[in-house]
């Protein structure tokens, strides 16, 4: 078997409480050729608790590759306020940040771009998009694996 040449490999977080979207989405990256392990959480209190710690520091994703992709729309808060909460903390705020919703809300779109999503991606999205999406974020696992010292 081929090593993968990353020594850091990307783990993606994915935060979406409907469990039909959670495996079409999953599906749709490992046809995408995204071989990465997949995280995936219900709700966003297990789930900022897996980003940031039981502390809320964020210390224990000092060293993790994360990448996350997020549903607005959970049933105990909303992706917004993770949105916000992950790119506030020093230990997670350069992890890129996909949002899936079903939402098309030009306002909700970019209250998310300005609290620092990467992608916005409508729900229920055809598979061309999406996996052309997944393959764009493939850039960003190429661009975090590289040692910040310059």
Do not use: W
Not at 41 to 58: I, V
Not at 118 to 127: D, E, F, M, Q, R
Request: hydrophobic share 40%; with cysteine; glycine share 8%.
């Amino acid at each position: 078997m081929k090593e993968q040449t990353s020594v850091h490999p990307v783990c993606i977080v994915m935060i979406e409480d409907d469990e039909g979207h959670a495996r079409l989405i999953e599906r749709n990256i490992r046809r995408a050729g995204v071989n990465n392990d997949i995280v995936p959480f219900r709700d966003g209190t297990s789930a900022l608790n897996y980003l940031l710690g039981p502390d809320g520091s964020g210390e224990v994703s000092a060293r993790r590759h994360l990448m996350i992709l997020l549903d607005l729309n959970l049933p105990d808060m909303t992706g917004i306020d993770i949105l916000a909460k992950i790119k506030a903390n020093p230990h997670t705020k350069r992890s890129p940040v996909v949002v899936l919703t079903t939402t098309d809300d030009s306002q909700e779109v970019q209250r998310c771009y300005d609290l620092g999503a990467n992608v916005y991606i409508t729900k229920p999205v055809g598979y061309d998009g999406f996996a052309n999406a997944i393959r764009q974020l493939g850039l960003f696992f190429t661009v975090m694996q590289v040692p910040e010292n310059s």
